[in-house]
Protein backbone atom coordinates (compact mmCIF):
# COMPACT_ATOMS: atom_id res chain seq x y z
CA UNK A 1 0.00 0.00 0.00
CA UNK A 2 1.10 3.36 -0.84
CA UNK A 3 0.23 6.46 2.24
CA UNK A 4 -2.28 8.46 1.35
CA UNK A 5 -3.15 6.24 -1.69
CA UNK A 6 -6.63 4.61 -2.16
CA UNK A 7 -6.60 1.02 -2.90
CA UNK A 8 -8.15 -0.23 -6.25
CA UNK A 9 -9.64 -3.93 -6.72
CA UNK A 10 -10.85 -4.47 -10.53
CA UNK A 11 -12.06 -7.37 -11.88
CA UNK A 12 -10.96 -7.92 -15.47
CA UNK A 13 -14.18 -10.43 -17.24
CA UNK A 14 -12.20 -11.13 -20.15
CA UNK A 15 -14.45 -12.73 -22.99
CA UNK A 16 -16.75 -13.97 -20.54
CA UNK A 17 -20.11 -13.13 -19.31
CA UNK A 18 -24.11 -12.85 -20.74
CA UNK A 19 -26.83 -10.92 -19.56
CA UNK A 20 -27.20 -13.66 -17.14
CA UNK A 21 -24.17 -12.45 -14.82
CA UNK A 22 -25.49 -9.14 -14.65
CA UNK A 23 -26.56 -10.88 -10.64
CA UNK A 24 -22.96 -10.24 -10.17
CA UNK A 25 -22.25 -7.28 -10.33
CA UNK A 26 -25.47 -6.18 -8.54
CA UNK A 27 -24.06 -7.93 -6.05
CA UNK A 28 -20.79 -6.44 -6.35
CA UNK A 29 -22.28 -3.28 -6.21
CA UNK A 30 -24.59 -3.64 -3.19
CA UNK A 31 -21.08 -4.55 -1.25
CA UNK A 32 -19.24 -1.26 -2.61
CA UNK A 33 -22.33 0.82 -1.32
CA UNK A 34 -22.31 -1.36 1.83
CA UNK A 35 -18.67 -0.51 2.17
CA UNK A 36 -17.76 -3.91 2.09
CA UNK A 37 -14.23 -3.52 0.38
CA UNK A 38 -13.44 -0.40 3.54
CA UNK A 39 -11.63 2.57 1.90
CA UNK A 40 -10.84 0.22 -1.64
CA UNK A 41 -12.30 1.46 -4.60
CA UNK A 42 -13.89 -1.33 -6.70
CA UNK A 43 -14.38 -1.90 -10.27
CA UNK A 44 -15.12 -4.17 -13.05
CA UNK A 45 -14.89 -4.44 -15.98
CA UNK A 46 -17.14 -6.79 -17.88
CA UNK A 47 -16.93 -7.49 -21.83
CA UNK A 48 -18.08 -4.47 -23.82
CA UNK A 49 -21.77 -5.68 -24.60
CA UNK A 50 -22.52 -5.81 -21.21
CA UNK A 51 -21.35 -2.80 -20.24
CA UNK A 52 -24.54 -0.21 -20.93
CA UNK A 53 -26.58 -2.93 -19.10
CA UNK A 54 -23.89 -3.20 -16.61
CA UNK A 55 -23.83 1.19 -16.33
CA UNK A 56 -27.61 0.86 -15.90
CA UNK A 57 -27.41 -1.83 -13.23
CA UNK A 58 -24.59 0.55 -11.40
CA UNK A 59 -25.70 4.09 -11.41
CA UNK A 60 -26.02 6.40 -8.49
CA UNK A 61 -23.58 3.30 -6.81
CA UNK A 62 -19.82 3.26 -5.92
CA UNK A 63 -19.33 0.15 -8.05
CA UNK A 64 -16.86 1.73 -10.74
CA UNK A 65 -17.09 0.18 -14.54
CA UNK A 66 -14.66 -0.58 -17.05
CA UNK A 67 -13.63 -1.76 -20.51
CA UNK A 68 -10.82 -4.04 -21.70
CA UNK A 69 -9.57 -2.32 -24.63
CA UNK A 70 -9.73 1.15 -26.84
CA UNK A 71 -9.20 1.62 -30.45
CA UNK A 72 -6.71 5.26 -30.62
CA UNK A 73 -9.31 6.34 -33.38
CA UNK A 74 -12.34 8.10 -31.53
CA UNK A 75 -14.54 7.16 -34.53
CA UNK A 76 -14.23 5.81 -38.33
CA UNK A 77 -13.75 2.79 -40.50
CA UNK A 78 -12.59 0.44 -38.37
CA UNK A 79 -14.93 -2.25 -38.78
CA UNK A 80 -15.27 -4.38 -35.13
CA UNK A 81 -13.42 -1.78 -32.82
CA UNK A 82 -14.81 0.08 -30.22
CA UNK A 83 -13.42 3.57 -29.46
CA UNK A 84 -12.98 5.40 -25.99
CA UNK A 85 -15.91 8.30 -26.52
CA UNK A 86 -18.35 5.00 -27.18
CA UNK A 87 -17.21 3.41 -24.09
CA UNK A 88 -17.27 6.92 -22.10
CA UNK A 89 -20.55 6.83 -23.67
CA UNK A 90 -21.44 3.38 -22.61
CA UNK A 91 -20.93 4.03 -19.09
CA UNK A 92 -17.34 3.22 -18.02
CA UNK A 93 -14.95 5.46 -16.61
CA UNK A 94 -12.01 3.26 -17.03
CA UNK A 95 -10.49 0.64 -20.11
CA UNK A 96 -7.86 -1.46 -20.03
CA UNK A 97 -5.43 -1.47 -22.50
CA UNK A 98 -2.17 -3.25 -23.20
CA UNK A 99 -3.31 -6.42 -21.53
CA UNK A 100 -0.89 -9.12 -22.28
CA UNK A 101 -3.51 -11.21 -23.92
CA UNK A 102 -3.62 -8.24 -26.18
CA UNK A 103 0.17 -7.64 -26.68
CA UNK A 104 0.71 -11.26 -27.71
CA UNK A 105 -2.31 -12.36 -29.43
CA UNK A 106 -3.27 -9.43 -30.89
CA UNK A 107 0.28 -8.48 -31.44
CA UNK A 108 0.08 -5.01 -29.88
CA UNK A 109 3.12 -3.09 -29.46
CA UNK A 110 4.10 -0.20 -26.73
CA UNK A 111 3.52 2.69 -29.33
CA UNK A 112 -0.16 1.41 -29.76
CA UNK A 113 -0.72 1.02 -26.54
CA UNK A 114 0.32 4.06 -25.55
CA UNK A 115 -2.14 4.94 -28.10
CA UNK A 116 -5.14 3.44 -27.30
CA UNK A 117 -3.93 4.97 -23.63
CA UNK A 118 -3.79 8.59 -25.05
CA UNK A 119 -7.27 8.05 -26.14
CA UNK A 120 -8.55 6.85 -23.02
CA UNK A 121 -7.39 10.35 -21.46
CA UNK A 122 -8.70 12.33 -24.63
CA UNK A 123 -12.10 10.58 -23.71
CA UNK A 124 -12.20 11.58 -19.80
CA UNK A 125 -11.62 8.07 -18.80
CA UNK A 126 -8.90 6.77 -17.10
CA UNK A 127 -6.47 4.18 -18.41
CA UNK A 128 -5.67 0.86 -16.79
CA UNK A 129 -2.19 0.36 -18.26
CA UNK A 130 -0.87 -3.02 -18.19
CA UNK A 131 2.69 -4.16 -18.27
CA UNK A 132 4.77 -7.41 -17.27
CA UNK A 133 7.61 -9.89 -17.68
CA UNK A 134 7.54 -13.42 -19.40
CA UNK A 135 8.99 -16.22 -17.97
CA UNK A 136 11.89 -16.56 -19.86
CA UNK A 137 12.21 -12.73 -19.26
CA UNK A 138 12.00 -13.33 -15.12
CA UNK A 139 14.58 -16.52 -15.55
CA UNK A 140 17.37 -13.55 -17.80
CA UNK A 141 17.11 -11.86 -14.91
CA UNK A 142 15.27 -8.92 -17.10
CA UNK A 143 12.10 -8.54 -15.68
CA UNK A 144 12.72 -5.30 -14.04
CA UNK A 145 14.17 -3.81 -17.87
CA UNK A 146 11.19 -5.50 -19.82
CA UNK A 147 8.45 -3.67 -17.72
CA UNK A 148 10.91 -0.45 -17.65
CA UNK A 149 11.16 -0.51 -21.16
CA UNK A 150 7.01 -1.23 -21.66
CA UNK A 151 6.29 1.52 -19.02
CA UNK A 152 8.24 4.19 -20.91
CA UNK A 153 6.60 3.47 -24.28
CA UNK A 154 3.12 2.89 -22.86
CA UNK A 155 2.48 5.45 -20.84
CA UNK A 156 0.57 8.39 -21.73
CA UNK A 157 2.29 11.88 -21.77
CA UNK A 158 0.18 14.07 -19.02
CA UNK A 159 -1.19 11.62 -17.32
CA UNK A 160 -1.69 11.62 -13.46
CA UNK A 161 -2.94 9.81 -10.50
CA UNK A 162 -6.76 10.92 -11.24
CA UNK A 163 -6.29 9.14 -15.68
CA UNK A 164 -3.99 6.51 -15.24
CA UNK A 165 -3.55 3.54 -13.18
CA UNK A 166 -0.90 1.06 -13.87
CA UNK A 167 -1.26 -2.86 -13.45
CA UNK A 168 1.98 -4.80 -13.27
CA UNK A 169 0.79 -8.88 -14.69
CA UNK A 170 3.78 -11.34 -14.83
CA UNK A 171 2.54 -12.76 -18.05
CA UNK A 172 3.64 -16.14 -16.53
CA UNK A 173 1.55 -15.28 -13.43
CA UNK A 174 -1.77 -15.00 -15.62
CA UNK A 175 -4.23 -17.82 -15.15
CA UNK A 176 -1.58 -20.06 -14.07
CA UNK A 177 -1.73 -20.12 -10.35
CA UNK A 178 1.76 -19.10 -10.01
CA UNK A 179 2.47 -15.68 -8.34
CA UNK A 180 5.99 -13.90 -7.91
CA UNK A 181 7.37 -13.85 -4.26
CA UNK A 182 6.84 -10.96 -1.82
CA UNK A 183 10.32 -9.91 -2.15
CA UNK A 184 9.94 -10.27 -6.17
CA UNK A 185 6.23 -8.03 -6.04
CA UNK A 186 8.05 -5.37 -3.70
CA UNK A 187 11.03 -5.01 -5.66
CA UNK A 188 9.16 -4.57 -9.33
CA UNK A 189 6.63 -2.07 -7.49
CA UNK A 190 9.36 -0.14 -6.21
CA UNK A 191 11.07 -0.05 -9.42
CA UNK A 192 8.00 1.25 -10.60
CA UNK A 193 7.15 3.65 -8.05
CA UNK A 194 10.65 5.30 -8.67
CA UNK A 195 10.20 5.42 -12.98
CA UNK A 196 6.33 6.71 -12.21
CA UNK A 197 8.57 9.87 -10.74
CA UNK A 198 10.63 10.14 -13.04
CA UNK A 199 7.72 10.34 -15.96
CA UNK A 200 5.10 12.41 -14.14
CA UNK A 201 7.06 14.02 -11.33
CA UNK A 202 5.18 14.48 -8.11
CA UNK A 203 2.26 12.47 -9.33
CA UNK A 204 3.66 9.95 -9.70
CA UNK A 205 4.01 9.04 -6.22
CA UNK A 206 0.57 9.08 -5.51
CA UNK A 207 -0.55 6.87 -9.44
CA UNK A 208 -2.20 3.41 -8.40
CA UNK A 209 -0.02 0.35 -9.19
CA UNK A 210 -2.05 -2.60 -9.35
CA UNK A 211 -0.71 -6.52 -9.19
CA UNK A 212 -2.20 -8.84 -11.23
CA UNK A 213 -1.86 -12.31 -12.15
CA UNK A 214 -3.80 -14.91 -9.82
CA UNK A 215 -4.97 -13.09 -7.18
CA UNK A 216 -7.00 -15.57 -5.20
CA UNK A 217 -8.62 -14.81 -1.55
CA UNK A 218 -6.15 -17.01 -0.37
CA UNK A 219 -3.41 -15.16 -1.09
CA UNK A 220 -4.50 -11.87 -1.40
CA UNK A 221 -3.48 -10.79 2.00
CA UNK A 222 -0.27 -11.32 1.70
CA UNK A 223 0.34 -9.54 -1.88
CA UNK A 224 -2.11 -6.59 -1.67
CA UNK A 225 -0.62 -4.91 1.69
CA UNK A 226 3.22 -4.89 -0.03
CA UNK A 227 4.85 -1.48 -0.13
CA UNK A 228 3.52 0.32 -3.44
CA UNK A 229 0.87 -2.56 -4.52
CA UNK A 230 -2.11 -0.33 -4.30
CA UNK A 231 -4.75 -2.85 -5.30
CA UNK A 232 -5.00 -5.73 -8.11
CA UNK A 233 -6.56 -6.59 -11.15
CA UNK A 234 -7.92 -10.00 -11.09
CA UNK A 235 -9.11 -12.12 -13.89
CA UNK A 236 -10.58 -15.68 -13.17
CA UNK A 237 -11.26 -14.90 -9.46
CA UNK A 238 -13.61 -11.67 -10.64
CA UNK A 239 -15.99 -13.36 -12.39
CA UNK A 240 -18.30 -14.47 -9.18
CA UNK A 241 -19.17 -11.28 -6.61
CA UNK A 242 -18.46 -13.63 -4.14
CA UNK A 243 -15.17 -14.70 -4.81
CA UNK A 244 -13.93 -10.96 -5.75
CA UNK A 245 -15.26 -9.39 -2.73
CA UNK A 246 -13.29 -11.95 -0.33
CA UNK A 247 -10.60 -10.44 -2.37
CA UNK A 248 -11.07 -6.92 -1.74
CA UNK A 249 -11.77 -7.40 1.91
CA UNK A 250 -8.31 -7.94 2.28
CA UNK A 251 -8.73 -3.61 2.42
CA UNK A 252 -11.41 -3.77 5.23
P1 LIG B 1 -6.04 -14.04 -13.44
O1 LIG B 1 -5.93 -12.89 -14.55
O2 LIG B 1 -6.45 -13.35 -12.16
O3 LIG B 1 -7.09 -14.97 -13.97
O4 LIG B 1 -4.69 -14.65 -13.31
C1 LIG B 1 -5.44 -11.61 -14.24
C2 LIG B 1 -5.53 -10.73 -15.45
O5 LIG B 1 -5.29 -11.20 -16.57
O6 LIG B 1 -5.85 -9.53 -15.33
Not at 75 to 102: C, N, Q, W
Not at 206 to 229: A, E, F, H, M, Q
Amino acid sequence: MTPGVRPFVAGNWKMNGLSASLGEIEAMRRAADAGEAGEAELAVCPPATLLAQAAWKIRGGKLSLGAQDCHPEPSGAFTGDISAPMLKDAGATYVIVGHSERRTLHHETDALVRAKAEAALKAGLTAIVCVGETKEERQAGDAIAVVTRQLKGSLPPGGGPDSVVVSYEPVWAIGTGLTPTPKDVTEMHGAIRTLLGEIYGPGGSKLRILYGGSVKPGNCRDLLTLDNVDGALIGGASLKAAEFLAIAAAYR
